[in-house]
């Protein structure tokens, strides 16, 4: 396969720096752990690769003038194991090896805000979702290996920073088998479902939910994944939700799911995600709050934990603006640990917040002065068994960032 042909601009040659070099920890026999403890990966050894310098925003092509692309996913579109990176209207070719090498540049040849990356049962490649509201826009892999010319497959109101800041694919409906596609925007969470004709229907699922970032999760234990996100209380600023609900999926692809409260923030929720943090197999919320225009070190990153008489808020920060957030198991010891990254400050700290097991969580800093929106996310890029983060920028819209995760 080839996605050469469609390279516009040759990509600054990445960058590299060690970052930390720690050595391997040597272990003595004496001083292997119990058999009962689960070896964990090292995740103290990490090298940032510069994917790109000169990236474009939507501004540049479309008004409004200061607007960037949101979108940040990852797929491999060659076969080669090997992801490469998806944001806004660009693809980034990965170089394969250490990816240290030149990620060359693929223009969708329109001005789009691709988010996502799907493959159903059957399909060959993966294909990209994109947004540029109210259209959606899906490109696909054609058997020469390019990405065919964008096709309109549905329709979602736009937002009032013109393209959402939630997206997702979950199987929404098991049984079915393919996933389904779920976006934030202007109403609320919105489902879509990839195997339909075209115009692809587009269901109102979550009513008043926030455009911004949202969790999946089975909240209520009953087999099917249901959706987490902050609230726009009618009446209040909807640019400042301070609620955060989930929304319970009734099994079927119809509008307007039941709503229930999981509890609330200080300032504006920006990112959402749940998972079970604690291993009590009831499904836990992380919100990360954002500040604007974020002079303030206030911004809260929360635990809201699943009891048995509703949800215990813990604060497990409170930093910069974090517009930043994943959940993934770093370290390979079985739960779930927290990703962020400060988008305002003197730090712009990348941090990874390493889960005991009991939702406990210790500050590992990863890197700094690289400033993320959107981005803080795990993917394993290089496909060597694990996870590395990419991540997009506002301020410094221009940059595309690789960590390569050096564990052994
Ligand atoms: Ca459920
Ligand atoms: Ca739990
Ligand atoms: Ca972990
Ligand atoms: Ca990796």
Same mark, same amino acid.
């Not at 699922?205 to 455009?211: E, I, N, P, R, T």
């Not at 943090?277 to 009590?280: C, V």
């Given at each position: 396969m080839r996605i050469l042909k469609q390279l516009f601009l040759g990509a600054v040659a990445g960058a590299m720096f $060690? &970052?930390?070099?720690?050595?391997p920890a040597t272990e003595s026999a004496d001083q292997l752990p119990p058999a009962d403890v689960p070896n964990t990966l090292s995740t103290e050894q990490w090298t940032y690769i510069q994917? !790109?310098?000169?990236n474009v925003m939507w501004g540049e092509f479309d008004g409004p003038e200061w607007l960037r692309y949101f979108g940040l996913a990852a797929a491999d579109f060659t076969g080669d194991g090997k992801l490469e990176i998806v944001t806004g209207r660009t693809v980034f070719r990965n170089p394969g090896g250490d990816m240290t090498g030149k990620w060359e540049k693929i223009d969708l040849a329109v001005n789009v805000d691709a988010n996502l990356t799907y493959q159903l049962i059957g399909e060959k490649a993966p294909s990209i979702l994109a947004e540029a509201l109210p259209e959606v826009i899906r490109f696909s892999v054609d058997q020469n290996g390019d990405f065919t010319k964008g096709e309109v497959v549905a329709r979602v109101p736009p937002t009032g920073h013109h393209n959402g800041q939630g997206y997702k694919t979950a199987d929404l409906f098991p049984g079915k088998g393919d996933v389904e596609i779920i976006y934030a925007s202007q109403g609320g969470l919105y489902v879509m479902d990839p195997t339909a004709a075209l115009p692809w229907p587009v269901v109102l $699922?979550?009513?008043?939910?926030? /455009?911004e970032g949202f969790g999946v999760a089975?909240? /209520?234990? !009953?087999g099917d994944l249901d959706l987490i996100s902050g609230y726009r209380v009618p009446g209040l600023d909807a640019e400042v939700p301070t609620t955060v609900v989930w929304f319970e999926n009734p099994g079927t692809m119809t509008p307007d799911w039941t709503r229930h409260q999981v509890g609330h923030t200080a300032f504006a929720i920006d990112r959402v995600e749940a998972t079970d &943090?604690?291993?009590?197999g009831r499904i836990d919320v992380v919100v990360a709050e954002e500040r604007y225009p974020g002079l303030e070190p206030d911004a809260t990153l929360w635990a809201f934990m699943a009891s048995d008489t509703g949800f215990v808020r813990n604060a497990i920060v409170t930093q910069y603006s974090m517009n930043n957030l994943d959940l993934a198991d770093l370290d390979q010891d079985g739960d779930e640990d927290i990703l962020t990254a400060e988008h305002k400050g003197p730090d712009l700290a990348l941090q990874l917040w390493k889960n005991d097991g009991a939702g406990h969580f210790t500050k590992q800093e990863i890197d700094r002065g690289k400033e993320s929106h959107l981005g803080a996310q795990a993917f394993d890029m290089d496909g060597d068994g694990d996870l590395d983060i990419i991540s997009i920028g506002w301020d410094q819209h221009q940059f595309v960032h690789l960590w390569r995760n050096d564990a052994k």
């Open positions: $060690v &970052l930390s070099a720690c050595g994917i !790109d310098s000169t $699922v979550g009513a008043d939910a926030s /455009d089975d909240m /209520d234990g !009953d &943090l604690n291993g009590d």
